[in-house]
């Protein structure tokens, strides 16, 4: 867990080769392991590996890698890996455009673990953006996405 750990942090560094080697070292531990465990509540496995690598990736505007790998079972991790998750992929799924895909992630998120969504600043902002690509009208999805921005202060 510290080498995903330190990969996340030198990725919003925009270190990529350090957060490279990082995670390739925690693939190696993790393959080593065989299967996603829970020990010391850390919920290390392969797939911790892969989420935390899809979560560097966003920070390093590898936006398309995001979309294209991010389609993955979570509701075996832990609440907050699975949380965290969703909220990565629907960001990279509104930057590019897919705000529907992207609303239902974030809806997912909110229904299992509500205060983890209403308090991340990445739902915020992911949330503005899917309202300036659809705007609020009457009874349509738009609007279900506002009500959301609101119970997550996204939006006054």
Same mark, same amino acid.
């Given at each position: 867990?510290?080498?995903?750990?330190?990969?996340?942090?030198?990725?919003?560094?925009?270190?990529?080769?350090?957060?490279?080697?990082?995670?390739?070292?925690?693939?190696?531990?993790?393959?080593?392991?065989?299967?996603?465990?829970? @020990?010391?509540?850390?919920?290390? /496995?392969?797939?911790?590996?892969?989420?935390?690598?899809?979560?560097?990736?966003?920070?390093?505007?590898?936006?398309? @890698?995001?979309?294209?790998?991010?389609?993955?079972?979570?509701?075996?991790?832990?609440?907050?890996?699975?949380?965290?998750?969703?909220?990565? @992929?629907?960001?990279?799924?509104?930057?590019? /455009?897919?705000?529907?895909?992207?609303?239902?992630?974030?809806?997912?998120?909110?229904?299992?673990?509500?205060?983890?969504?209403?308090?991340?600043?990445?739902?915020?902002?992911?949330?503005?953006?899917?309202?300036?690509?659809?705007?609020?009208?009457?009874?349509?999805?738009?609007?279900?996405?506002?009500?959301?921005?609101?119970?997550?202060?996204?939006?006054?």
């Amino acid at each position: 867990m510290i080498h995903l750990r330190a990969a996340v942090a030198a990725a919003r560094h925009q270190d990529r080769p350090t957060a490279k080697g990082l995670l390739d070292q925690a693939e190696e531990l993790a393959d080593d392991l065989g299967s996603d465990e829970n @020990y010391w509540q850390t919920g290390f /496995g392969p797939t911790n590996v892969l989420l935390h690598r899809l979560s560097v990736e966003l920070d390093l505007d590898n936006v398309s @890698y995001v979309v294209e790998h991010g389609q993955i079972n979570v509701d075996h991790m832990p609440q907050e890996r699975s949380v965290s998750h969703r909220i990565d @992929y629907a960001r990279a799924l509104s930057l590019t /455009g897919r705000g529907d895909e992207a609303f239902t992630e974030l809806r997912t998120a909110e229904r299992t673990s509500p205060q983890l969504v209403r308090n991340n600043p990445r739902v915020r902002e992911t949330l503005r953006d899917l309202i300036k690509q659809s705007p609020v009208t009457g009874g349509s999805r738009s609007s279900e996405v506002f009500v959301m921005a609101q119970r997550c202060r996204a939006v006054q």
